[in-house]
């Protein structure tokens, strides 16, 4: 069984900057492809950023480019969410998501996660 718990999520400021962590539990975490999502009311969730197990590939949404930075700490089987820059329109609620098995291409499609968080608000005000 693997969990996945998120934390870091609050209201800030435009221009602000919050780090969000994911810790997983239960499985090998360097294994896993990582990825971050969110979903704003009323609209589909969608991938920010998200990194193969080795580092070399990574994913990030046109949105988020400059500004967010995804990282992983294998020794204590977290990965973060940099997020700096922060505008109203990164409203939304966050997911971490945990794949065992995925492509370069598949990193930002979530049908490629197995294991997701309970997801976390971040709230940024203009």
């Known amino acids: 069984q693997v969990q996945l718990v998120e934390s870091g999520g609050g209201l800030v400021q435009a221009g602000g900057s919050l780090r969000l962590s994911c810790a997983v539990r239960?499985?090998?975490?360097?294994?896993?492809?990582m990825g971050w999502f969110r979903q704003a009311p009323g609209k589909e969730r969608e991938c920010v950023m998200a990194?193969?197990?080795?580092?070399?590939?990574?994913y990030y949404a046109d949105s988020v480019k400059g500004r967010f930075t995804i990282s992983r700490d294998n020794a204590k089987n977290t990965v973060y969410l940099q997020m700096n820059s922060l505008k109203p329109e990164d409203t939304a609620v966050y997911y971490c998501?945990?794949?065992?098995?995925?492509?370069?291409?598949?990193?930002?499609?979530?049908?490629?996660?197995?294991?997701w968080g309970q997801g976390t608000q971040v709230t940024v005000s203009s």
């Open positions: 239960g499985r090998t975490f360097s294994n896993y492809a």
């Open positions: 998501a945990a794949a065992a098995a995925v492509s370069a291409d598949g990193l930002g499609d979530e049908r490629s996660y197995d294991y």
């Open positions: 990194m193969r197990w080795s580092g070399l590939s990574i």
